[in-house]
């Protein structure tokens, strides 16, 4: 986390940064709130069901993000980085092209059949058949930006989704669930809606990964709907931090 911050000082230093202490020490709380520009929140644990508190089912995520999302308002563009991460470049083109779709929801270049459990396939009412036949891609669950007002709703709505099947362990975490099967929140993204995939048209162009996955950042040249399922624009730009 502290690379992430260090990152986003270096490269947007006008950038405020909220940190969600999802499990940190008082002596890491103390050391956060004093860093600047940095703001530290939390969930309401008490709030949500037993689960939720189990960082390994991680349906911690969506409800950090619909937290952000729901302080934030007008033009302002929410970005979401696990803290795991860093900026590897200044983000104007991230912030130039997701106000003109509204979002940016980039993709981790498999199919997600490779790691969504049946029982959460079930239970979003779709199957791998399906999954295959649109040869959806799975989520990079890490990354994502979008508008926080009006030009933003149709994120707003995968992010909608997103937490209802957080708040069901049966859907995010179902029994038998582990990281070697199953992708829990990333599994979840690409089935909030059903034409998510299909909204990006086919075409190439030279793209900085590190908007994606911050730990490549040599541009490339790739077909812009295996990064970016939800883009429209080809042009891209454990705690979680979340920069507002």
Known sequence: MKNLVGSVHFWEKALPVVVYDIGLTPQERSEVRGWHGVALRTLPWSRHPPHVRDLFKYAWKPLAIADALSRCQGDTIMLYQDAGQELRQPLA???????????????????????????????????????????????????????????????????????????????????????????????????????????????????????????????????????????????PSHHAAVGL
């Not at 649109?134 to 937490?163: D, F, R, Y």
């Not at 099967?181 to 990333?186: E, K, L, V």
């Open 93 to 235: 083109e991230l912030l130039r092209t997701v106000p003109i779709q509204g979002h940016l929801f980039p993709a981790a270049g498999v199919p997600a059949i490779t790691a969504t459990h049946p029982a959460t396939l079930a239970f979003l009412n779709t199957s791998a058949e399906e999954l295959d036949r649109g040869s959806v891609q799975m989520a990079l669950g890490g990354n994502l930006a979008m508008v926080c007002g009006s030009k933003g709703t149709k994120a707003h709505t995968v992010i909608e989704a997103a937490v209802a099947c957080a708040l069901e362990e049966k859907c995010i975490a179902p029994p038998g669930a582990s990281t070697s099967t199953h992708a829990f929140d990333q599994a979840v993204w690409q089935h909030s809606t059903p034409s998510a995939q299909h909204l990006c048209p086919r075409c190439s162009t030279p793209v900085l990964l590190a908007f994606c996955h911050c730990m490549i950042s040599a541009p490339m040249s790739l077909p812009c709907e295996r990064l970016f399922p939800l883009c429209g624009q080809c042009s």
